[in-house]
């Protein structure tokens, strides 16, 4: 039981240790990010995959067979 209590503390310890760092390191990994006109035309061009199914519809009869 012991143990258990000391993984315990281990564990809050360690995820109190990783929040700090989380904040401290947070303004540091800013990134600037800006879309040309070759990007939003690259975006634009890029065509949209379909798919078409051609299976018919079960009736109500063949669901209830199912259940």
Not at 11 to 34: D, K, P
Not at 51 to 64: D, F, G, I, N, P
Request: aromatic share 4%; glycine share 2%; no cysteine.
């Amino acid at each position: 039981m012991h143990a258990l209590k000391n993984m315990e503390i281990t564990f809050v310890a360690a995820a109190i240790i990783a929040i700090g760092a989380s904040f401290a390191s947070a303004g540091a990994n800013t990134v600037e990010v800006s879309a040309n006109s070759t990007v939003i035309a690259q975006a634009a061009d890029s065509t949209m995959p379909v798919v078409t199914v051609s299976a018919r519809r079960l009736s109500a009869a063949e669901k209830a067979a199912f259940i």
